[in-house]
């Protein structure tokens, strides 16, 4: 998976950084993995100048069978989208929604997102950065413990991980990763692999894939629970 060319809109969305390049690694090494999967929808948060959404997309898109939506608080977003996806000759740019998370499109996700694909603000601040009107300082602002973003993200995919979906979250050891694995199994949604790892400058930061388990699995599940 080649680097995209990108766009960041004069300035005004984050500059792909080592997180980035980090994610789009995982997203590389588990890539034939994604495509046996075949997700029909797929969702990223946090698009920024949309450098994952268009390497993916470059792989999943176009003549695949995939269908991109994506989101950001930070509404340049939009235009260095569109302009990454034509500086790498993709005709089908993905619909880019301004909205907080999922906010304006979660009734309308409801159990059909088929992957899921988050580079979080996640570098630990006082909570008030996050709330910041500098619509670059929300890019990296994660609050205490750099979760406050992550943590809501957590309450919202919930609702739209389809069956067996993936996500691809990353974290920093900042963020208390263990924790996060912890919040997410309680919502039937696992650990599938720690994708990749790498210390960038004074970050360890990491790449998850989880998996949303088959609500099947849960009833079996529950029903061995019944009879034991
Ligand atoms: C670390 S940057 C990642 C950008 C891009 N995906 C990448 O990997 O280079 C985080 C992105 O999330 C966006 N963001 C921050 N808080 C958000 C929220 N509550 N809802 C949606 N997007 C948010 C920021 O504007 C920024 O574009």
Redesign the pocket.
């Known amino acids: 998976m080649e680097t995209p060319f990108y766009s960041t809109a004069n300035g005004f969305?984050?500059?792909?950084?080592e997180?980035?390049f980090l994610?789009l690694d995982g997203l590389e090494k588990d890539l034939q993995l994604i495509k046996d999967a075949r997700p029909t929808i797929c969702l990223?948060?946090?698009?920024?100048?949309?450098?994952?959404?268009s390497a993916l997309s470059k792989h999943l898109g176009v003549n695949g069978f995939s269908y991109f939506i994506c989101?950001?608080?930070?509404p340049n977003?939009g235009i260095a989208c569109k302009e990454t996806f034509n500086l790498n000759n993709l005709i089908y740019s993905p619909e880019i929604v301004l909205?907080?998370?999922i906010d304006s499109l979660e009734h309308r996700l409801q159990s059909n997102v088929d992957l899921i694909?988050?580079?979080?603000?996640?570098v630990p601040t006082d909570d008030c950065e996050?709330e910041s009107d500098n619509?670059?300082t929300?890019?990296?602002a994660g609050g205490i413990k750099g979760r406050r973003?992550i943590d809501?993200?957590i309450e919202t995919i919930i609702n739209v991980i389809a069956d067996d979906g993936l996500i691809y979250l990353?974290l920093s050891q900042e963020n208390q990763p263990d924790e996060v694995i912890e919040i997410l199994e309680k919502v039937n949604i696992k650990l599938d692999e720690i994708v990749i790892k790498r210390k960038c400058l004074n970050e360890h930061l990491i790449v998850l894939r989880f998996r949303k388990k088959k609500s099947q699995q849960l009833t079996q599940s529950i029903g061995k629970l019944k009879i034991s």
């Not at 694909?117 to 996640?122: A, I, K, L, M, Q």
Request: aromatic share 12%; glycine share 8%; hydrophobic share 45%.
């Open positions: 969305v984050y500059e792909p950084s997180d980035s994610l990223e948060i946090g698009v920024g100048s949309g450098i994952i959404t989101t950001d608080v930070n977003a909205t907080n998370l694909v988050f580079n979080p603000p996640y996050i619509l670059l929300k890019s990296w973003v809501k993200f990353l």
